[in-house]
């Protein structure tokens, strides 16, 4: 199950307000109005737009709204959890047979697992099983690193056109030496692009590609994992066995938390 990620808001409000509160300590309200020049911001986001229309064809420019999605989501599975569901579906497949699983996949959430499990239940081969499953891996990380590359290549465009919107504001200054009703403007254009491409890039684009390559490094970590736990499943092993088996994975953090569990599990069965 996905949930609203509040870090990527939280990040992106708190480096606003670091800026706001530069700008505001300097001259007040008064000031904010000279950080805001609609020609900049324009020149800084169509170039980056444009640039990125050149980069990339339009299916992978589709994947821009699901790349940002997925920053702003997160998934509950926590490797403590998906141990526990492994040795259930474990003592179950001993107890019952590998067909029995079929209605424990109900009170499945991850589509990955359940894949996996009716692979197992239909009688493919471990083997077979590991390739299906690791042809998912290969191609769920290609569809990551092309967003992720996309949002890189942003990062990169947009203190670029920040550049070239001070080059067009120092031309049209010069142009205008004589008249000094221009310079003001003609500055601003020069100073706030350069401003604009800077926070595009590091406030919002570069930040988000990391955290996207983080996501896919820990999404790929916890689906070996279940690939470990499928084929453990389908070849009868020992629930305590696999259990231990897939605790190797653990950190410090989530022995903790799973020793919590087991807990809450001895006082729930208690009850």
Sequence with gaps: MKKFDMLTPIGIVLGLAMIMFGILSGNGLAGLASFLDPASLFIV????????????????????????????????????????????????????????????????????????????????????????MNAEISAME?????????????????????????LIGLVLMLNN??????LGPNMAIAILTTLYGSLIANLICI????????????????????????????????P????????AFLTSRDRVQEEVMEMEALEESVR
């Design 45 to 132: 986001l169509g170039g980056t737009a444009g640039a990125l229309f050149i980069s990339f064809n339009m299916k992978e420019l589709k994947l821009v709204p699901v790349v940002v999605k997925a920053a702003f989501s997160r998934k509950e599975m926590e490797l403590p959890v998906l141990i526990n569901t492994f040795v259930r579906l474990a003592d179950r497949a001993r107890r019952e047979g590998l067909l029995a699983l079929e209605a424990e996949l109900e009170d499945v959430d991850d589509e990955f697992i359940k894949k996996g499990i009716l692979l197992a239940v239909d009688g493919v081969e471990p083997e077979v099983i590991n390739d299906i």
């Design 207 to 238: 930040p988000m590609a990391n955290k996207l390559g983080n996501k896919t490094e820990k999404e790929v970590f916890l689906k070996q994992i279940i690939i470990e736990g499928v084929i453990g499943v389908q070849s009868g092993q020992n």
């Design 240 to 247: 305590k066995i696999l259990e231990e088996k897939l605790s």
């Design 142 to 166: 290609e569809r990551h690193l092309k967003g992720k590359t996309i949002l890189d290549k942003a990062g990169e465009y947009a203190p670029a056109w920040g550049m070239i919107g001070t």
């Design 177 to 182: 030496l004589n008249d000094p009703t221009t």
